[in-house]
């Protein structure tokens, strides 16, 4: 079984500052990875996904995310945020060969002026 | 990209009530998948409903309180029975891209008095 770690319940960040949010995954099998993204009162958005190939993939809105392999992590990126960045940040997983996606606590991004 | 519907957005219901909420979606997809998010939490995983077979359930779900129906490849129906208040979430509707990716509907916010 797949499981997700979200390592930060809560960031928060003034408004042009980089930011990092923390994502750990279990999985004995090969996963592909997903970021997504929930605005107040909304559904969810997919910012970025790591199939397979270059570890660094980038995503809307100016966010990217790293793959690493030997520490299980997929930690999201941003050099400088904006105060609409503010929202809920979720990483999830999912195994190659399967259709369930795992997803991790959420991380509350909040940018400040 | 799939563009996936949900109704109704939003609904106050009275305990012992049911609430039957409605997923479409634009194209004809194999898998439908139910999500609930309780309030300041993660997804969690209801059920995977394919066209034409009853529905799987995930460990902690069951039919007679969440009933699934999928008439056709482009629709899906979820049913709250019996609501209590611990039933107050956000419901989610989803679908898997083509590139593995999943799509969400805005959701269904359900707060039971």
């Known amino acids: 079984a797949q499981s997700v770690t979200q390592l930060d319940s809560q960031v928060p960040v003034f408004e042009e500052a980089p930011v990092e949010l923390r994502c750990n995954y279990s999985?004995?099998?090969?996963?592909?990875l997903f970021w997504y993204v929930q605005y107040p009162n909304q559904g969810l958005q997919l910012l970025l996904k790591?199939?397979?190939?270059?570890?660094l993939v980038k995503g809307i809105n100016g966010f990217e995310a790293e793959f690493n392999k030997s520490q299980t992590s997929f930690h999201l990126r941003k050099p400088s945020v904006h105060i609409s960045d503010t929202a809920e940040y979720f990483c999830?997983?999912?195994?190659?060969?399967?259709?369930?996606?795992?997803f991790g606590e959420g991380t509350q991004l909040t940018v400040n002026p | 990209s799939a563009v996936i519907s949900q109704k109704p957005s939003r609904d106050i219901c009275q305990r012992g009530t049911s609430l039957t909420i409605q997923c479409q979606v634009d194209?004809?997809?194999?898998?439908m998948f139910w999500y609930r998010q309780q309030p300041g939490q993660s997804l969690t995983l209801i059920a995977t409903?394919?066209?034409?077979?009853?529905?799987?359930?995930e460990s902690g779900f069951v039919i007679d309180k969440f009933p699934i129906s999928r008439p056709n490849l482009t629709f899906s129906t979820l049913t709250v029975s019996n609501m209590s208040p611990e039933d107050s979430s956000i419901y989610l509707c989803?679908?898997?891209?083509?590139?593995?990716?999943?799509?969400f509907g805005q959701g269904t916010r359900l707060t039971v008095v």
């Open positions: 989803s679908v898997e891209g083509q590139h593995t990716e999943a799509f």
């Open positions: 409903a394919n066209q034409g077979s009853e529905a799987t359930y």
């Open positions: 790591y199939l397979s190939g270059s570890t």
């Open positions: 999985s004995s099998v090969s996963v592909y």
């Open positions: 194209s004809q997809v194999t898998m």
């Open positions: 999830a997983v999912k195994e190659t060969s399967g259709s369930r996606l795992t």
